[in-house]
């Protein structure tokens, strides 16, 4: 039964240090508060990278100490949350995606006190930190599998998806997903160094769910829920996003939102939409939508059209990106365009000021290269960079390269050039920062004309439009659907000329090759 001096003590308990253990079995996870004020997760995202960050000791390994001394950075640029790649102890020390602990930090990144620091002074900048939680599988390496790879009377050996002898017929992406081993065969969605939980098994779900909880009980904002859509699979046809993968997914939303104010976002590439849906995860990444925003943003007409139309049909709640640590979501967008900046920033504004969650790839912002010349996706994650020399991100000698544009592209060159993308980045979010209707508003009047694209945004009394010319010659686009006589007053740029819509809600803006325009009416 809880008094009010074991309430206060919960309170006060989330993102502070831990005397105790905690209660895995938490019946307070209602009551445990939220340093964050609510609807934090309409800002922007930051998806960091801890390794390739920042490095506060010298190891050339970035680490949360790291990242809490760039904290003031992230608030300046206006993001009000972060999602960090798997901070939990894994076996490939790279990524972080095959777990060894999931309640354990991975040693290089540091300890709980840097972790409770690191939510702490976020939190005292408006900025929610949500993680990656990898509950399809864990690493072949994780103690549990080793018990379980000893044989079928091992305990553990239910925690994993085994068959003796292996099943036929079974193909996802081109390979078995079967391994075979001297005690039986076990099921690897991605591989044989990641074997499948078995999520079926009673006792894997609440050891999961109890890790859940484990850093929610710390003070932690949500998750980013990895790869959900391969949670259970029935057999070699039915294994991708299966309804019990869904209801789980849903059951795991539940457990996180019982904390106030926590979010979740989904990696389900099989379907965005579906698990954006408060019935599935309340929010997945949009995949699709990024390539046809590169596409929009080098002129191609049917791009334009295609993301014109695609929050007619998605919810609101979906997390948009130009590109992130997957190479299947494409290279940095610096390659994409071949360092064209003006692209460049078209493509950006066009998905901070749409609907959606935005989440910035770290060094997006400053137009950092991937780092061509190394293997498998290790270009995608390069160091962070600061400044034009390695130092910048670490004063020992750092575990990959730099990326090869740090010489121009880095944060401090960056933040002194009144035209650089970081100052775009920055234009945009003080935008969606300012302006509620684009960072939650609803999306009406969504059209296309050629190369230029328009949409409005509004919530409650306040109405925005935005217009986005991606032909490189000035155009005009003819607007409708705006109420009576309005004056348009432009948000950005501040060298945009009013607009004015005549009686039956119609108006023309002329609008520069490759810019962008905002503006508010007025009540
Ligand atoms: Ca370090
Ligand atoms: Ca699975």
């Known amino acids: 039964m809880f008094t009010e001096t074991r309430l206060a003590a919960l309170l006060m308990s989330c993102g502070a240090a831990f005397a105790a253990p905690v209660d895995l079995n938490l019946v307070s996870a209602k009551v445990c508060a939220s340093g964050l004020a609510a609807g934090w997760e309409h800002g922007a995202f930051m998806e960091i990278f801890v390794r390739g960050y920042q490095d506060s000791d010298g190891d050339g390994i970035g680490d949360l100490r790291g990242l809490t001394s760039r904290l003031d950075y992230l608030k300046d640029l206006g993001i009000t949350g972060i999602w960090l790649m798997p901070i939990t102890a894994s076996a490939d020390r790279d990524h972080g995606y095959a777990t060894t602990d999931f309640r354990a930090l991975e040693p290089q990144y540091g300890t709980l006190a840097d972790f409770d620091e690191l939510i702490q002074q976020a939190h005292r900048r408006g900025i929610g930190i949500i993680i990656d939680y990898v509950i399809n599988h864990s690493a072949a390496a994780h103690p549990l599998f080793e018990q379980a790879r000893q044989g079928p009377a091992n305990p553990y050996r239910d925690w994993f998806v085994w068959q003796d002898p292996a099943p036929t017929g079974w193909d996802i992406w081109g390979k078995n997903p079967w391994t075979t081993t001297p005690t039986g065969s076990y099921f690897g969605t991605f591989g044989p160094h990641m074997p499948d939980f078995n999520l079926r098994n009673p006792a894997v779900l609440d050891y999961h769910k109890s890790s859940l909880r484990f850093w929610l009980n710390r003070g932690l904002d949500g998750y980013r829920l990895d790869a959900v859509p391969h949670l259970i699979e029935n057999n070699a046809v039915d294994w991708n996003d299966q309804p019990e993968s869904r209801r789980l997914t849903k059951e795991l939303q539940d457990l996180i939102k019982a904390y106030p104010h926590r979010h979740v976002v989904c990696e389900a590439t099989a379907n965005p939409k579906i698990y954006a849906e408060p019935a599935v995860c309340g929010s997945a990444f949009a995949f699709g939508l990024e390539q046809q925003v590169v596409k929009a943003a080098h002129g191609d007409v049917a791009a334009v059209r295609a993301v014109a139309d695609y929050f007619k049909s998605a919810p609101l709640t979906v997390a948009t990106m130009l590109s992130n640590h997957d190479i299947f979501a494409g290279e940095r967008a610096w390659d994409q365009f071949q360092g064209d900046e003006r692209r460049y920033k078209l493509a950006a504004a066009t998905y901070l ?116 010319n991606y032909g490189e010659a000035d155009a005009t686009m003819p607007l409708a659907g705006l109420p009576a006589r309005t004056r348009l007053q432009p948000a950005y740029p501040n060298s945009a000329k009013p607009l004015r819509s005549g009686a039956d809600g119609s108006a023309q803006v002329v609008i520069p090759g490759q810019s962008v325009a905002v503006y508010r009416l007025a009540r």
Do not use: C
Not at 367 to 374: I, R, V
Not at 421 to 426: A, G, M, P, S
Not at 427 to 456: C, D, H, T
């Open 353 to 468: 000021l749409q609907p959606g969650t935005p989440f910035i790839y770290y060094g997006e912002e400053i137009g950092m290269a991937g780092a061509k010349e190394l293997p498998g996706d290790e270009p995608l994650r390069a160091p962070m960079s600061w400044t034009a020399e390695i130092r910048g991100f670490s004063h020992g000698q750092p575990f990959r390269p730099l990326s090869p544009n740090a010489a121009t592209h880095n944060a401090a060159a960056q933040a002194r050039d009144p035209g650089s993308l970081l100052n775009f980045y920055k234009a945009m979010l003080k935008l969606r920062n300012n302006l509620p209707s684009i960072a939650r508003g609803s999306y009406e009047a969504g059209g296309s004309e050629g190369r230029v694209l328009s949409f409005q945004r509004r919530l409650g009394q306040e109405h925005t439009l935005v217009v986005i």
